[in-house]
Nanobody, 124 residues
Framework: QVQLVESGGGLVQAGGSLRLSCAAS????????VAWFRQAPEKEREFVAG????????NSAGAVKGRFTISRDNAKNTVYLQMNSLKPEDTADYYC?????????????????WGQGTQVTVSS
């Protein structure tokens, strides 16, 4: 089993920044891909960004490209999501997820382990 714990969410004004953290424990590995998803009220969960096992490749959704950056510190078993130039439409619960493969997938169904989520609210 792998346990994931997100932190770093909060309330921020439009144009501001937040950094989310996802700390992994248990039977995790630096070879596992990790992704961030988000879910706004009454909307489906959507892919935000992902990083491959080892951290060589990253991918991000068009809506956040150029504003959000995903990174990982394998020594700390932690993945980060740096969010800059936040917009009200970024308001959502943010979840990290991992899968026992190196390749990032955009579909939530491809991920086996999930954190409990952290709330991000961007005010206009």
């Amino acid at each position: 089993q792998v346990q994931l714990v997100e932190s770093g969410g909060g309330l921020v004004q439009a144009g501001g920044s937040l950094r989310l953290s996802c700390a992994a424990s248990g039977r995790t590995s630096s070879t596992y891909a990790v992704a961030w998803f988000r879910q706004a009220p009454e909307k489906e969960r959507e892919f935000v960004a992902g990083i491959s096992g080892g951290g060589i490749f990253t991918n991000s959704a068009g809506a956040v490209k150029g504003r959000f950056t995903i990174s990982r510190d394998n020594a700390k078993n932690t993945v980060y999501l740096q969010m800059n130039s936040l917009k009200p439409e970024d308001t959502a619960d943010y979840y990290c997820a991992t899968r026992p493969f190196a390749v990032v997938e955009n579909a939530a169904s491809k991920y086996d382990y999930w954190g409990q989520g952290t709330q991000v609210t961007v005010s206009s």
